[in-house]
């Protein structure tokens, strides 16, 4: 029974994280195996998760190559260049 604990929290959890999620990631596949294995599977995917995307969209009005939102964070456009509601230029 123990070892089968183990096993999906140290071999089933890091892998499903990794290839799920971490492939798309800048992370990548076995830096956050890596990181599951080592740090408990939990920690694993909070830093997996919340890496950034390897294939960004992008913003094609600003340059923002990290924006992974409808609408980019620094101009507030979207892909067809309209604004979003509200949205008000910092600065
Ligand atoms: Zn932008």
Redesign the pocket.
């Known amino acids: 029974m123990f070892v089968v604990i183990l096993f999906i929290c140290f071999g089933l959890l890091p892998f499903s994280i990794a290839w799920f999620i971490g492939r798309y990631k800048r992370i990548g596949f076995w830096g956050s195996l890596l990181l599951s294995i080592l740090l408990t599977p939990f920690i694993g995917f909070l830093i997996t998760s919340n890496s950034r995307l390897k294939n960004a969209p992008g ?1 094609n ?2 340059g ?1 190559k990290d ?1 992974e939102a409808e609408y ?1 964070g ?2 507030g ?1 979207n892909a067809a260049g309209e604004s979003k509601p509200g949205f008000k230029v910092r600065g």
């Open positions: 913003c009005w600003c923002n924006n980019c620094l101009c456009k």
